[in-house]
């Protein structure tokens, strides 16, 4: 049984058809990497599963309960979480307040809710050590940090809504090399915890790596279904461009 | 003085730097300069090292003092007001008004001043959260408003002789302390608790910070800055209060530029021109350099033609001073 189950999602933006049924599954505890080229859909479809858009047509169902008419609060709230691009950091702010930003523990103090500082800072440590992640301090705005550690503040805050599945669009676009390592490393932490991960990357080594299975978006459809451990760098390439194109493979992995 | 790279062991000043902004959100270099600043006018002034003259100061502190943490508040949060100084003027006609020309009692005429100014602060925040109007044109639109509509209700004149009880609020001295410090540094202690440790505080720098992490974690962003303009003119009204009561009437010309030395005191204090970072405490260690500033330049009789040029050049000198040093912080 999937946890995450997408049937037949369309999608068009005024004249513009961008998904045109678009099938997608994923098990509890499973890393699928959703690829395809520029412009696939792959960020529309993830902002469908997420509420943010409504698809036109097809069914999302989350452990088989459909979530369509749920909106994206009700949805964070049944488990689904998704880490954006620019990853929604107020970057002059510490890690505990980037954590807990807009539901800040309180305690009563003289009928003044004053906010829990030590609870949120002590809270926000066990996210960061769940996660493995090594950060310079807690105490320090997060601008201060490098890509990847703020990527784990990011993973970390959705940690602490205690999400079903995470979906990532492009969380290593934007960080060093050395930074990669430590953001799949937290993506198989996820996993371990039986948390579910859509990773949406360029990077199609980081995807053959980290993920179990990998789903190829082409023309509004899913491509190509492909078990990662039976597949290749080629049948994944060709599967992105189409058909067996292998000229235009080489020069699509050239580019990485 | 700026701070060591995070790969070097950070040397003293950068560990006190760190506890100050952790425990106090004070920068240290606005400490060190009002105690500079306080230093060149003891040897500068043989009248300046008085307990009767820090008296002065801090009751000039304190109409500024407030409008300063009303800009701290505003920009913090990335916004900006320049309506205070008329707006202090607008509530201080408007509290006259009832107190002399309506004879409505103390209270009343009170609650009508800041009121004003919470009214006027209502219509920018409307202005600029519903109407997509950017605060500095909205905010610059009620400067000139506000200060007309003093100068319409006050027919151009000033309104003098406010009854006993609102004297009071700006004349009184309990144990020698004048009333309008004593209101000063009662709203400067409750709006740094505001600030620093409620909810209300902690969200008014997210949306300074990154307006759409704060969307995304579900704050209402529109709503959260209709309620900071109308913070931000209440102030001013409370500073129209402080100022219309210590000089016994409600003058339609009061606290013009007012609003130059209130966001220059902010800014002083660390407060970040762009949102995301402010201090009620640091604003008022910056309202503090402001009034010694304007004080030592009185004492030395320097004309006030001169003062306003110092708090110009002040402002400008702060604000390259801070995006130096976010410079230097962001460099690898
Ligand atoms: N809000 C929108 N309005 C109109 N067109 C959009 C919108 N969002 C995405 N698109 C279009 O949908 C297509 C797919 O975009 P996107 O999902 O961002 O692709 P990907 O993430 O795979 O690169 C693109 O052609 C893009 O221009
Ligand atoms: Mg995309």
């Known amino acids: 049984m999937s946890l995450l189950s997408l049937t037949g999602i369309k999608k068009s933006f005024g004249a513009v058809s961008v998904l045109h049924g678009v099938d997608l599954n994923v098990d509890a505890g499973e890393v699928v990497g959703l690829i395809g080229d520029n412009g696939?859909?792959?960020?529309?479809?993830?902002?469908?599963?997420?509420?943010?858009?409504?698809?036109?047509e097809g069914s999302i169902t989350l452990n088989d309960e459909s979530v369509l008419d749920l909106t994206p609060g009700a949805r964070r709230a049944?488990?689904?979480?998704?880490?954006?691009?620019?990853?929604?950091?107020a970057k002059q702010q510490d890690v505990a307040s980037n954590i807990f930003l807009g539901r800040e523990p309180v305690r009563n103090i003289l009928g003044v809710k004053i906010v829990d500082r030590g609870r949120m800072k002590q809270e926000a440590?066990?996210?960061?050590?769940?996660?493995?992640?090594?950060?310079?301090?807690?105490?320090?705005?997060?601008?201060?940090?490098?890509?990847?550690?703020?990527?784990?503040?990011?993973?970390?805050?959705?940690?602490?809504?205690?999400?079903?599945?995470?979906?990532?669009?492009?969380?290593?676009?934007?960080?060093?090399?050395?930074?990669?390592?430590?953001?799949?490393?937290?993506?198989?932490?996820?996993?371990?915890?039986?948390?579910?991960?859509?990773?949406?990357?360029?990077?199609?080594?980081?995807?053959?790596?980290?993920?179990?299975?990998?789903?190829?978006?082409?023309?509004?459809?899913?491509?190509?279904?492909?078990?990662?451990?039976?597949?290749?760098?080629?049948?994944?390439?060709?599967?992105?461009?189409?058909?067996?194109?292998?000229?235009?493979?080489?020069?699509?992995?050239?580019?990485? | 003085m700026t701070p060591t790279h995070a790969s070097s062991t950070p040397g003293l000043w950068s560990r006190l730097q760190e506890k100050s902004i952790e425990q106090l959100h004070i920068r240290l270099e606005s400490i060190v300069v009002l105690l500079g600043l306080i230093t060149l006018m003891a040897i500068l002034s043989p009248y300046f090292f008085s307990v009767s003259n820090f008296m002065n100061i801090l009751?000039?502190?304190?109409?500024?003092?407030?409008?300063?943490?009303?800009?701290t508040f505003v920009l913090s949060s990335g916004g900006l007001d320049l309506s205070l100084g008329s707006v202090l003027g607008l509530s201080g006609v408007v509290g006259a008004t009832f107190a002399v020309n309506l004879g409505m009692p103390t209270p009343v005429a009170v609650l009508a001043t800041i009121g004003a100014g919470a009214l006027a602060g209502l219509v920018n925040g409307f202005v600029i959260t519903r109407g997509f109007v950017p605060a500095f044109i909205v905010t610059l639109g009620m400067l000139g408003i506000a200060r007309g509509l003093a100068l319409v209700i006050s027919d151009g004149r000033v309104i003098y002789g406010l009854p006993e009880w609102m004297v009071f609020l700006g004349q009184g001295r309990p144990f020698g302390v004048p009333m309008p410090v004593i209101i000063f540094i009662v709203v400067a202690i409750i709006m740094h608790i505001?600030?620093?440790?409620?909810?209300?505080?902690?969200?008014t720098?997210?949306?300074?910070?990154?307006?759409?992490?704060?969307?995304?974690?579900?704050?209402?962003?529109?709503?959260?800055?209709?309620?900071?303009?109308?913070?931000?003119?209440?102030?001013?009204?409370?500073?129209?209060?402080?100022?219309?009561?210590?000089?016994?009437?409600?003058?339609?010309?009061?606290?013009?530029?007012?609003?130059?030395?209130?966001?220059?005191?902010?800014?002083?204090?660390?407060?970040?021109?762009?949102?995301?970072?402010?201090?009620?405490?640091?604003?008022?260690?910056?309202?503090?350099?402001?009034?010694?500033?304007?004080?030592?330049?009185?004492?030395?009789?320097?004309?006030?033609?001169?003062?306003?040029?110092?708090?110009?050049?002040?402002?400008?000198?702060?604000?390259?001073?801070?995006?130096?040093?976010?410079?230097?912080?962001?460099?690898?």
């Open chain 1, 40 to 56: 696939a859909g792959k960020s529309t479809l993830m902002k469908i599963v997420t509420g943010i858009y409504q698809a036109d």
């Open chain 1, 78 to 89: 049944r488990g689904i979480e998704m880490i954006y691009q620019d990853l929604a950091l």
């Open chain 1, 125 to 256: 440590q066990v996210m960061i050590d769940r996660l493995g992640a090594k950060l310079p301090s807690i105490t320090r705005p997060v601008g201060s940090f490098s890509g990847g550690q703020q990527q784990s503040v990011a993973i970390a805050r959705a940690l602490t809504f205690d999400p079903k599945i995470v979906i990532m669009d492009e969380p290593t676009a934007a960080l060093a090399v050395r930074e990669v390592q430590s953001v799949l490393d937290l993506i198989r932490q996820l996993k371990s915890q039986g948390i579910s991960v859509i990773l949406i990357s360029h990077r199609l080594n980081d995807v053959l790596s980290v993920t179990d299975r990998i789903v190829v978006l082409r023309q509004g459809t899913a491509a190509a279904n492909l078990k990662t451990s039976d597949t290749s760098m080629s049948e994944i390439v060709s599967a992105i461009v189409g058909g067996g194109d292998v000229a235009e493979a080489a020069a699509h992995e050239a580019r990485g």
């Open chain 2, 59 to 71: 009751l000039a502190t304190s109409t500024i003092g407030v409008l300063a943490i009303a800009a």
């Open chain 2, 194 to 203: 505001v600030l620093a440790y409620t909810r209300y505080g902690r969200h």
């Open chain 2, 205 to 332: 720098l997210s949306i300074g910070d990154n307006e759409n992490a704060a969307r995304t974690a579900g704050i209402n962003v529109e709503f959260h800055r209709l309620t900071l303009y109308t913070l931000s003119g209440g102030l001013a009204g409370l500073a129209g209060l402080l100022f219309a009561t210590r000089i016994n009437s409600g003058d339609p010309t009061a606290g013009i530029t007012y609003e130059l030395t209130a966001i220059t005191a902010a800014i002083i204090g660390g407060t970040n021109l762009f949102g995301g970072r402010g201090s009620i405490l640091g604003t008022m260690i910056g309202a503090l350099i402001m009034g010694v500033l304007q004080n030592g330049l009185n004492l030395l009789a320097v004309q006030s033609y001169y003062q306003q040029m110092a708090i110009g050049g002040v402002l400008v000198l702060a604000v390259f001073i801070d995006q130096y040093q976010q410079r230097q912080e962001t460099k690898v």
